[in-house]
């Protein structure tokens, strides 16, 4: 679970560093994502959500991410699963705040001995 867990921290550290190269490489392959975060669109692989990601630098002077209330839950060796909520905070290159909250679930799974989130999926409270 530790392992699991560091991924995750690893991945929300490297969006809110805009260090997208390092994000990436905690991704499978075929990761699908749910971003109910400014689109209401799944998202099918990596290119594709890398593509929405590194678009947001365009959109916004900066973007942020904060997990609460995370637990991990393990099954078998290679699989764990992610539940918690996010503040998704964003300022516009006008100045302007946003800030949405919500609930996150990650999918991870062990690929050659390396934690990476098969799937992500955000959506709001009601």
Known sequence: ?????????GLIAAFN????DTYATLCTDDVEAYAGVYTPLRFDGKAAWLA???GLEGRFAA??????HVTIRT????TAVSNGYFVFSTVTKDGVAETQSGRQSFTLVRVDGQWLVANLHFSALF
């Open 1 to 9: 679970m530790e392992g699991a867990r560091a991924a995750l921290d």
């Open 17 to 20: 560093a805009r260090d997208y």
């Open 52 to 54: 929405f990601i590194r």
């Open 63 to 68: 973007v942020t991410q904060e997990q609460r």
């Open 75 to 78: 099954y078998g060796p290679d």
